[in-house]
Nanobody, 116 residues
Framework: QVQLVESGGGLVQPGGSLRLSCATS????????IGWYRQAPGKERELVAR????????EYAVAVKGRFSISRADGENMVYLQMNSLKPEDTAVYYC?????????WGQGTQVTISS
């Protein structure tokens, strides 16, 4: 069955970096776009970044543009989110999702906390 498993979250000081990983299985990753989303307490889930199936197109939320970078390694069934210059407002649970628009296929999420 389709599975997406996020990892790499943690507690980081402002200005620090993290790399999140999304391990996929149960489908041919190269055929699908993947999106990273986040949900902060009391807020709706929002798109952070997404990458097309061919990696020819990427999109970023305004709040993270220039600081975050999405990439994929189809041969390893992995998608990554490199997060630099982290801010307290980046604190959230981060999820990966299959598709250019949100689908029913979500991972369990990984907590990212930015605090001094």
């Amino acid at each position: 069955q389709v599975q997406l498993v996020e990892s790499g979250g943690g507690l980081v000081q402002p200005g620090g970096s993290l790399r999140l990983s999304c391990a996929t299985s149960g489908f041919t990753l190269s055929s699908y776009a993947i999106g990273w989303y986040r949900q902060a307490p009391g807020k709706e889930r929002e798109l952070v970044a997404r990458i097309s199936a061919s990696s020819s197109r990427t999109e970023y939320a305004v709040a993270v543009k220039g600081r975050f970078s999405i990439s994929r390694a189809d041969g390893e069934n992995m998608v990554y989110l490199q997060m630099n210059s982290l801010k307290p407002e980046d604190t959230a649970v981060y999820y990966c999702n299959r598709g250019w628009v949100p689908s029913d296929y979500w991972g369990q999420g990984t907590q990212v906390t930015i605090s001094s």
